[in-house]
């Protein structure tokens, strides 16, 4: 079973070319490895996969895929969510393709459990859609609200809060 801590590796293991990625964000997030927001790794690699594309670098995309194919069928829980959150719902994020890509050109390396997490997520967002478009998603009127980052009791919530308001 392939575990949160194994998860990067495997994924590094496929796509060489985001070490130097990697090791800059682990500079930034030093924490033990079992504390860190590997949800913004995984969008930094979205956005690296999507920077490939553009460049027309695709040659590594079925070794890239199959390893996140490989994360979906032998991850653990937390693994196997964020491969689809942390990931393919960042390769379907519209303002990361600003170079001229689309999400759907990623559709043909992906294996047949991405493929379908890749297909419920856009039946989520239509959803979301419709929903927002009904007006039963409208924010309360009213202050936004502060978040105090040091009652969250998740240690990973805790630091992606953390780092939310240190880029802010």
């Keep these: 079973m392939i575990t949160k801590c194994d998860m990067m ?4 293991d496929a796509c060489p070319s985001f070490r130097p990625t990697w090791e800059a964000w682990l500079a930034e997030w030093a924490e033990p490895a079992d504390d860190r927001p590997l949800y913004l790794a995984l969008a930094e690699f979205a956005r690296h996969l999507i920077g490939m594309l553009e460049r027309g670098e695709a040659a590594d995309f079925p070794a890239i895929f199959g390893a996140v194919e490989r994360l979906q069928a032998e991850g653990e829980h ?4 964020a491969a689809i959150v942390g990931l393919l ?3 379907q994020n519209l303002n ?3 170079g001229g890509t689309e999400p759907e050109q990623f559709r043909p390396f992906l294996g047949p459990e991405s493929a379908a997490a890749w297909d419920e997520l ?3 967002w239509h959803n979301v859609g419709v929903l927002k478009a009904a007006g039963l998603l409208e924010p ?9 980052p040091t009652t969250i009791q998740d ?3 805790r630091r992606v809060v953390q780092h939310v308001y240190r880029r802010g």
């Design 9 to 12: 590796g495997v994924l590094l």
């Design 78 to 81: 937390y693994v196997r969510e």
């Design 89 to 91: 719902e960042d390769l």
């Design 96 to 98: 990361l393709h600003a």
């Design 122 to 124: 856009y039946v989520l």
């Design 140 to 148: 309360t009127p009213g202050p936004t609200p502060v978040v105090d």
């Design 155 to 157: 240690p990973e919530l």
